[in-house]
């Protein structure tokens, strides 16, 4: 019996390893865009994964990312949308049934080129202005975990404010209805951080990834990560229970989740690794607006809520 026993706790252990090198050989090394696959992270050089963390000091991170002690920060800066008409519509058949068709005219704006991160939200929080909550540690990393009460006291910090619904749907997809923030085609593991938790992009993420990671998948006005990593709070009545979040996040395993289209109502108090946000920015329209860098936010360690 005991032999028995021995042998099945063996075999169990050896398919548990065969599975999870299966699963790690699987994990699209694209997915990476310049950093290093390590286990369900990507870390950079002279990192090692602890965890779903990348700890130590970069030795290089691609660019346009900087080093910092923590790891790597990609540079963040306010977009200008030119403003135009969005047509919102079930051109995409798998948005029939799911999106009634309109038109709506969208006046200029700014956006913030990146999701909130770590690190910039570790500032608003030292501030004052903004409740604590859990973070890795990681400055350049999304931040999750904030309600959409948080997501409005961070873009008043910033002087700015959670971005319209059509708004957003404009920054996505432009005055042309694009699919996808890039184009109509091709959500693939290099353009967006998705598929991270049980494929097919990479297995056992529980967190999202750097911000900016996938350049190949900005809108042509150099917005990023408007599809995957983290879903995105957009403003509402402030009374409302529920909210909407939009773009899909690292565990979207369906295309369809990373539409441009596409809107997920959930309780407006939801605090979820995979729930973060961005800004949105009035413009003075006497003023000659143009893109403008935001320095690169500094780092904290990890914390719990």
């Known amino acids: 019996m005991l032999r028995w026993a021995l042998f099945a706790a063996v075999s169990v252990a050896s398919i548990a390893a065969v599975v999870a090198l299966a699963r790690s050989d699987a994990a699209d090394p694209a997915r990476c ?23 130590g000091r970069p030795a290089r991170c691609p660019s346009p990312f900087a080093v910092t002690e923590l790891g ?54 030292a501030a004052g202005r903004c409740e604590k909550v ?16 948080d997501a409005e006291a961070y873009c008043a910090f910033r002087g700015g404010r959670l971005a319209t619904a059509d708004e957003w749907a404009f920054a996505a997809a432009g005055a042309g209805a694009r699919r996808y923030p890039w184009g109509d085609t091709g959500a693939v593991c290099r353009r967006a951080a998705w598929g991270l938790v049980e494929g097919p992009c990479a297995f056992g993420h529980t967190g999202p990834e750097l911000a900016g990671l996938h350049p190949e998948g900005a809108t042509p006005d150099r917005v990023q990560d408007l599809a995957g990593n ?13 909210g909407e979040v939009r773009g899909g996040s690292f565990a979207a395993q369906l295309a369809t989740d990373l539409r441009t289209w596409r809107t997920v109502r959930v ?22 607006v143009t893109s403008a860098p935001l320095p690169v936010p500094s780092a904290v360690p990890a914390t719990s809520p």
């Open 33 to 55: 865009a310049g950093l290093i696959a390590m286990g369900a992270r990507c870390c950079a050089e002279g990192q090692e994964q602890r965890g779903d963390r990348c700890v």
């Open 134 to 149: 859990a973070s890795s540690g990681e400055p350049g990393r999304a931040q999750g975990h904030i309600t959409r009460a």
């Open 267 to 288: 309780p407006s108090n939801t605090r979820a690794p995979g729930i973060g946000s961005r800004c949105a920015y009035d413009l003075d329209p006497t003023a000659d």
């Open 72 to 125: 790597c920060v990609a540079p963040a800066e306010r977009i200008v949308i030119a403003g135009g008409v969005l047509r919102i519509g079930a051109g995409d058949w798998e948005a029939e049934g799911r999106v009634s068709a309109r038109e709506s005219n969208i006046a200029p704006f700014a956006i913030d080129s990146l999701e909130i991160t770590e690190g910039a939200y570790a500032a608003c929080v």
């Open 230 to 242: 983290v879903s995105e709070w957009i403003a509402g009545p402030s009374a409302e229970s529920l």
